[in-house]
Nanobody
Framework: QLQLVESGGGLVQPGGSLRLACAAS????????IAWFRQVPGKEREGVSC????????RYLDSVKGRFTISRDNVENMAYLEMKSLKADDTAVYYC??????????????????????WGQGTQVTVSS
């Protein structure tokens, strides 16, 4: 069983930065593609970014391209989401999720067929002045 725990959320002013971390335990993280999702109350959860098992492939939601950077450290069993130039629209609960993909160099920001089976509890990011 894989457990995921997010950290790093908080309150930040527009234009500021945050670095979210996702700590994995229970199984080696390199078995899994990792994605970050976010959700605002009353809206559907949306995929923000994903990274393949070998970190070769990274994908981003159009609205965060150039501002967010996803990374992972398979030795430390960690994944990260570096967020810069934050906007009020980025306010949400951010979740990391893991997909036990058989393909080392692919990932998706869509939770098609529930591919992302393991989820963390989420961390709140609030962008406000």
């Amino acid at each position: 069983q894989l457990q995921l725990v997010e950290s790093g959320g908080g309150l930040v002013q527009p234009g500021g930065s945050l670095r979210l971390a996702c700590a994995a335990s229970g199984l080696p993280l390199d078995y899994y593609a990792i994605a970050w999702f976010r959700q605002v109350p009353g809206k559907e959860r949306e995929g923000v970014s994903c990274i393949s098992r070998n970190a070769y492939r990274k994908r981003y939601l159009d609205s965060v391209k150039g501002r967010f950077t996803i990374s992972r450290d398979n030795v430390e069993n960690m994944a990260y989401l570096e967020m810069k130039s934050l906007k009020a629209d980025d306010t949400a609960v951010y979740y990391c999720a893991a997909d036990r993909s058989p393909y080392p160099d692919t990932c998706s920001v869509e939770n098609t067929s529930g591919r992302y089976y393991y989820w963390g509890q989420g961390t709140q990011v609030t962008v406000s002045s």
